[in-house]
């Protein structure tokens, strides 16, 4: 029986980071905003520091990676794709890690705590594309990069505690997490 348990569960897991990663690609491509300093801001980051939160290192990872790297093979970057996938995975298993190392906060600390997670995901993801472009374009190339992506970043750290918030007033989260058997106090 346990084994039809665990094995009911990877699937509910594994379904659930495939459909996570289908919400990463579509957030990337079609939420978009123009910034007037170069580049965009997108919802793509928002769900893949949810994915970090929700299906913890390998599956928010997983989800992350290969939703971001479609989004930029769909979007015609498909230079950036395999770069994007491991920089993606490293954010979602940095906001696992970030969570389950201060997993004793109080509740009134989880949401600052969250912030925190997302924003050092957020530093990987610019620090990340800096040192890619770095090689794509040299040094003033890659540093005319920066300010958009650090705005991106902000954006992403802002809307995933908010869309995280929302998820857990309302029980989706504690629902999500019981279905895919994450404990509660790891994340």
């Known amino acids: 029986m346990k084994n039809r348990n665990q094995s009911q569960t990877n699937l509910f897991r594994l379904v659930f980071a495939g459909m996570t990663g289908a919400i990463i690609c579509v957030a990337t491509i079609v939420f978009v905003i123009p910034l007037p300093v170069g580049g965009y801001v ?8 949810i994915a970090g939160y929700l ?7 997983l989800a992350s990676g290969i939703g971001s790297g479609l989004a930029d093979l769909f979007l015609g970057y498909s230079v950036y794709a395999p770069f ?3 920089i993606k995975a490293l954010m979602a298993t940095t906001v696992y890690i970030v969570m389950k190392i201060v997993a004793e906060h109080s509740e009134k600390k989880k949401f600052a705590v969250m912030f925190l997670a997302s924003l050092v ?3 990987i993801m610019i620090s990340g ?3 890619l472009e770095l090689c794509l374009y040299g040094f003033e190339g890659a540093l005319a990069n920066v300010l958009g992506n650090a705005v991106q970043g902000l954006f992403g750290c802002v809307s ?7 998820l857990t007033k309302t029980g989706i989260s504690h629902k999500l997490k019981s ?3 994450i ?4 994340i």
Do not use: H, M, P
């Open 183 to 186: 404990r509660q106090k790891n």
């Open 42 to 49: 997108n919802l793509g980051d928002c769900f893949v520091i």
């Open 84 to 86: 994007t996938f491991i």
């Open 179 to 181: 279905i895919l058997c």
């Open 160 to 166: 995933s505690v908010l869309f995280y918030s929302v």
């Open 121 to 123: 995901a957020e530093v």
């Open 129 to 131: 594309y800096f040192l």
């Open 55 to 61: 299906l913890g290192g390998v599956y928010g990872s």
